[in-house]
Every structure is written in structure tokens, then in C-alpha cells.
């Protein structure tokens, strides 16, 4: 994706998964900084960083090296630079220059955790000069006691630390830049006052190898004190880089430690690692091209934005990183749809994680995440006194998947009785015997925003798919069943099939009253039945019917992406403010589906047209929401769903589709 000269609010994040994250932007200058356990508290401003191609006199690779500077010096910089992004890696490209390209990427290889999950960013610099980078010491969550230090050794670097920080700091720990041979400048104070404000000493760029470097380099702490160290090298042909960080504090938030911890005792380890292992360490790669390959790689960036990775190997995820930091949050495609693809990537991770919401699981009731910023305080849906009707059978399908995909049958045997335990809870609640658990308004499900009543379309499907996988399940272990489940199967596939209009399945309806809108999600549970082979829930003929309606009313109704609901006679439903909205979770996968059902071209189309607007708007920063009416993002920001292109390319790959350069 080329994203030069985009005014981008945020970057593209770079470190290992659970690791933290620093996001660079077209201009080549960082921001966002999360690596110190910040996730929700980013350092926003970064000053210091730097990209110098030095000579007589140094050019700064940068096209607004002062982005940050009150008082901009004289900065002699390039003007333009071509940049092509796709996670887990960002390219410059610099035209007339001894330097030609500089990559910036983070290991990310399926299969391996441990690599993955690195508090690493390696830089690739290619051509003839010598090029510096400097980097400001961040440590600590104070100023006082900051100090550099550098390092000569297997890597040769500034190592930043702080002295006075306390374990209890959430940015205890260390910093480090560095590569094989490096020459080092251990610090200056880069941020001075002067005539109209603060400015930034750059002189420094033009002494490097003139002033002798004393190895350590600390100031008394003032107000605006800011530190800063420097590496440079002589590039021929090409040369690697190296940017990691150590933090293993314990702050009452996050308790649990990095997984990279296991493996490592500080950030110059990282760097010889890195250095060690820089031919297997790379970016992720898939069989896909074009704006595909830009929208499921992209999409993925939530690997690094908002997860943890604690030291005993749990994974857990942001549901949004500023207005719902919940973890794991599941129901309508959310760490349910992300899963699909770290299931692919990481399946022993994944399967870990699915099985530990079944032991949150209460009288049948599976909960709505882990907790607010905690794996051990579960939410159990929006409000009280109106339990969410659409997770359990969420999560029977996740546990199920698992097992397919892996093969593994000891998934199900673990599980069996926790998957019944929530398919009795779900029948409880339904009240008027149709089999189908009953909306009761209140926001009792995930689309907390909007009052469904009586029998839903969407979380019909949902639980006769999750009825199915049981069944199945037992068919599997060699468990007998009692006769209610499959009398129960049945009765509800009436009372779904009774929805039906001749075109779709109406939204909900109840004994009062009834939404005839067309919602997307409308047959998102006969989506996990094709994905994992189980019958249909609904009468065949009817299946490709709906969804070739999904894509003449929902599809038709916006020019921007997929709403959620649409009126019989065309008009996006606007009864709500989710109902109005696109949730691209919910369009990649019912795009993925139309690829399952031989709507090769529609669901591309479909999926081009999100994936478009997404990348006009914030592809590092995908919201829940889009306005289907004002193509704008109005719902939670660096959205735990975004990786549901994903869904989209296993499909294809699943179908062995190629339609998609």
C-alpha cells in the first residue's frame, strides 16, 4: 500500500506481538509509543529520533524531521519519499541519494511465538554513505534518573535507562539501538531554549567522529531535559539495524509480565539475537496480491497495537485501546473472527485462549471478554438483568473450529460438557417454545446499541450452528444425547425458515412487532456451518438467494461499505445508530462467504469496497463502525476485529480462488 504524503493520525505500529508497539509514519518520524506497558496511555510526541544521511554537511531522511520542534532549525532534509506499507514492515525509497531505501519491519512468523513476539524492530538500510540514527531516552516514567550508556560488544549501541525507576513503574526497563559495528555517541541534550521557544540541537549530526564519546551520558533533571543517543555507520550495499527494549516491571495493571522474558534478560540480548537470527526473522508473507494482500496484511496490525502476551503464554487482545479496553472481547466476528487468523498462525496460543473463557463460563453463561484490562475479572454482556444471547453459541462454534482445524479431539473432549452446559442456558431463554433464544431488547446482544425482540435472524442461525456443532461433537466422542437437542434443532429451523420473505430472513420478529430490514448478519450462522462443514440451517435454496439480496440491498445502499441493515425498499435502516453502520468484521466475513457459495465476484466486490474506504480512513486504526451514510469511522478506535480480512483470504485459499489481483 503506498501511503506517501497521507496525513495519517496514526502510524503503522512495528514490535513483537504482546510486546508493545512504535508507530512510524509516511514522513518517517514515530509516534504512539507503547512499548513501556502504555497501551492506553501513548506517547503521542516523540522528539530525537532520527534518520541522518551524513557528509559535509548532514541531510536529515526525513520530510519533517521537525515535526515536534517549537522552533524548527535549520533542518537540510529530503523533500519527498516513496512509501509502501504492508504489516509488519514499512519501506522508504529515496530518489538521487547515495542511500536508496531504508526498511522498517518486525518479525512475525507463523508457527514460531517466541520470534514473533520479539520487543524488536530490525532496520534495513540499502546503498553506499554513511547513515545515523539517533533516539531519545524514554525510560522511565519521570525524567529524573535517565542515563545512557554505550554499548560495544556482538551489537554496538546506546543502551537507555533509568535509575531511579522502580519495578512498580509500568516503563522500568531499558531501551537499546545498535547494529554490528556501529560507531556510538552516548548522549546530548537535544531539546534548548532559544530565541521564541524550545528547538532542537541538531549540531550534533555534524560533529559525530570528532568529539570523543565518554560511554555514559546523564544531565542534572530540569524541567524540559531531554536526552538523546546516537549510532552511525559506513553502509555498503546494505546493513542492518536494530531498535529493542527490555520492560519488565510489574505495575498494578499488568501484573503478568512479557512472554519474551522466558527467553531474554535484557534489550542488548534482544539485538544479538536479532543479529544472530536476522536470515529466519522475517515479515509475515502471504499468497495474495494487490489490494487483498494490502487489506489482510494491514488488517493485521492489531498483533501489535493491542495485544499482550503474558509471560505464562496468555494471549489477549484490546476490544479498543481508549474507549472499551476489555480483553477477548467475542460475539459478531470480534476476537471470534480475529481468532481465525491467529489460529492459522498460532494455533496452540488460540486454542489456549478459547478454552479459558469456557472456565469463566457461569451456570451456562459465557462471559463477554476477560475483563477491563484483566484476564481474570470477566463481563458478562453490556447491562445487567439482560444477558447477551449470541456469545454462547459464539464460543461452542470457536471451541468446535478449534478442534476441526486442528484435529485434535482432545479440544472437544476438554469442552464437551461446558458446550452442552451453554447450549441448556441458551434454551432456557427461549420463552415462547420456538426454539430460537429470545430478544428481549435491553441491548442483549452484540449489537448493544439496538433493541431486537422475539426471534432474530442473526442469533437464530448462530445457535442452531451451535446446536449442530454439538451434536456433532457428541457424535464424535460417542456421547449419547438426549432426544431434545435434535427435536430442538428442528423446531428452530422452522421458526427460521418462518422469517423468511421471499428474499431474505427478516431481522427479528416478534408476537407485537417486527423489523422486515435486511441485515447482513442475517445468515452468519449458517457461515460457521459452511466453514466447518455442518448442514445448513436454513432450506438450501434459500441460502445463495439471501445472500445475492445482501448484495442488491446492503451492498447497492452504500457507496462506502456494507450496512449493517437496509430497508425492503433500499434505504440503509436507520432505526439506530448500528443499524446505519458498517462493521467491517461482519462484511469481510459475509464477503468470505459469498466466496464459499460461488459469489466469487460479488464478495470481492464487496470486500474492496470496506477495505477502500478503510484505507482512506485509518487503515492502523480501523473502527468498529463506519457511518454506512457519511463514510466516516464512528465506532471504537484499533477495533479487536480488524483482521477480518483474513476470514476473506482463507476462504479464497480454502476455495482455491484467484480472482483478487
Not at 452446559?421 to 433464544?437: A, H
Not at 459469489?599 to 466486490?605: A, H, K, S, T
Request: net charge negative; with cysteine.
Amino acid at each position: 500500500m503506498i501511503v506517501s504524503n497521507r496525513n495519517l493520525n496514526s502510524g503503522l505500529p512495528l514490535g513483537g506481538i504482546g510486546a508493545g508497539a512504535i508507530e512510524f509514519f509516511p514522513d518517517l518520524t514515530i509516534g504512539n509509543v507503547t512499548i513501556m506497558n502504555n497501551w492506553l496511555n501513548p506517547l503521542k510526541v516523540i522528539r530525537g529520533f532520527h534518520v541522518v544521511l551524513l557528509g559535509e554537511e548532514p541531510l536529515f531522511l526525513q520530510t519533517n524531521p521537525g515535526k515536534n520542534v517549537e522552533v524548527k532549525p535549520q533542518y537540510r532534509h529530503v523533500d519527498n519519499i516513496e512509501v509502501e506499507a504492508q504489516y509488519p514492515k514499512i519501506k522508504y525509497r529515496f530518489s538521487n541519494l547515495p542511500i536508496s531505501e531504508i526498511e522498517f519491519y518486525t518479525p512475525i512468523v507463523k508457527g514460531n511465538v517466541k520470534d514473533s513476539s520479539l520487543p524488536l524492530i530490525i532496520v534495513r538500510v540499502k546503498g553506499n554513505g554513511t547513515v545515523a540514527f539517533s533516539f531519545p531516552n524514554i525510560v522511565g516514567s519521570r525524567r529524573w534518573g535517565r542515563v545512557n550508556y554505550s554499548i560495544i560488544g556482538k551489537v554496538n549501541g546506546v543502551l537507555f535507562k533509568n535509575l531511579r525507576s522502580l519495578q512498580s513503574d509500568p516503563a522500568y526497563g531499558e531501551v537499546f539501538i545498535g547494529c554490528k559495528g556501529c560507531h556510538t555517541y552516548s548522549g546530548y541534550s537535544y531539546w534548548v531554549p532559544t530565541r521564541g521557544g524550545m528547538t532542537e540541537d541538531i549540531s550534533v549530526f555534524s560533529k559525530l567522529g570528532k568529539v570523543v564519546d565518554e560511554g555514559r551520558y546523564s544531565i542534572r533533571p530540569y524541567a524540559r531535559e531531554e536526552i538523546a543517543g546516537v549510532v552511525w555507520r559506513r553502509i555498503d550495499d546494505e546493513a542492518l539495524f536494530f531498535i529493542t527494549w527490555f520492560f519488565n516491571s510489574r505495575p498494578h495493571h499488568y501484573p503478568y509480565g512479557h512472554y519474551y522474558e522466558n527467553f531474554f534478560n535484557s534489550a542488548v540480548e534482544v539485538a544479538e539475537y536479532a543479529l544472530e537470527n536476522s536470515g529466519s526473522l522475517r515479515p509475515l508473507s502471504i499468497d495474495a496480491d494487490g489490494w487483498l494482500r494490502d487489506a489482510v496484511l494491514n488488517s493485521l496490525y492489531v498483533l501489535t497495537s493491542s495485544t499482550w502476551l503474558t509471560k505464562d503464554g496468555r494471549l489477549a487482545v484490546y476490544e479498543s485501546l481508549s474507549i472499551a479496553p476489555l480483553m477477548n472481547t467475542i460475539g459478531s466476528m470480534t476476537w471470534d473472527g480475529l481468532s481465525f487468523a491467529l489460529l492459522d498462525l498460532y494455533p496452540d496460543l488460540t486454542v489456549k485462549m478459547d478454552e479459558l473463557l469456557g472456565f469463566y463460563i457461569s451456570n451456562g453463561e459465557v462471559p463477554h471478554d476477560f475483563g477491563e484490562e484483566s484476564l481474570e475479572d470477566p463481563i458478562y454482556g453490556a447491562s445487567y438483568l439482560y444477558p447477551w444471547n449470541d456469545l454462547g453459541s459464539t464460543w461452542i462454534l470457536m471451541i468446535y473450529r478449534d478442534y476441526l482445524i486442528t484435529s485434535n479431539v482432545e479440544v472437544l473432549r476438554r469442552n464437551f460438557n461446558k458446550m452442552r452446559e451453554v447450549v441448556d442456558w441458551l434454551i432456557s431463554r427461549d420463552y415462547d417454545g420456538d426454539c430460537i433464544p429470545d430478544s428481549r431488547g435491553g441491548f442483549d446482544n452484540s449489537y448493544d446499541g439496538t433493541n431486537m425482540y422475539g426471534a432474530s435472524s442473526y442469533i437464530a442461525s448462530l445457535f442452531l450452528c451451535a446446536l449442530q456443532a454439538l451434536i456433532k461433537s457428541a457424535d464424535v466422542l460417542g456421547v449419547r444425547l438426549s432426544d431434545k437437542y435434535e427435536s430442538c434443532l428442528s423446531k428452530g429451523k422452522d421458526t427460521l425458515n418462518s422469517m423468511w420473505n421471499g428474499r431474505y430472513f427478516a431481522a427479528w420478529r416478534s408476537t407485537k412487532e417486527s423489523n422486515e430490514s435486511c441485515m447482513n448478519s442475517q445468515l452468519l450462522g449458517q457461515f460457521w456451518c459452511d466453514f466447518l462443514k455442518l448442514p445448513p440451517v436454513v432450506d438450501e435454496d434459500k441460502v445463495k438467494v439471501a445472500l445475492r439480496s445482501i448484495y442488491e440491498l446492503n451492498h447497492r445502499a452504500s457507496p462506502y461499505c456494507l450496512p449493517n441493515a437496509v430497508k425492503p425498499n433500499g434505504e440503509v435502516d436507520t432505526s439506530s445508530s448500528q443499524m446505519r453502520s458498517c462493521w467491517p468484521r461482519i462484511s469481510f466475513t459475509v464477503a468470505a462467504h459469498m466466496v464459499l457459495r460461488g459469489m466469487v465476484n460479488e464478495g470481492l466486490e464487496i470486500a474492496k469496497k470496506e477495505w477502500d474506504t478503510i484505507s482512506r480512513l485509518e487503515p492502523w486504526n480501523q473502527s468498529s463502525r463506519i457511518d454506512a451514510i457519511e463514510g466516516k469511522n464512528v465506532g471504537l478506535d484499533h477495533y479487536i476485529g480488524s483482521a477480518s480480512p483474513y476470514i476473506l483470504y482463507l476462504a479464497i485459499r480454502s476455495s482455491m480462488v484467484g480472482h483478487y489481483s
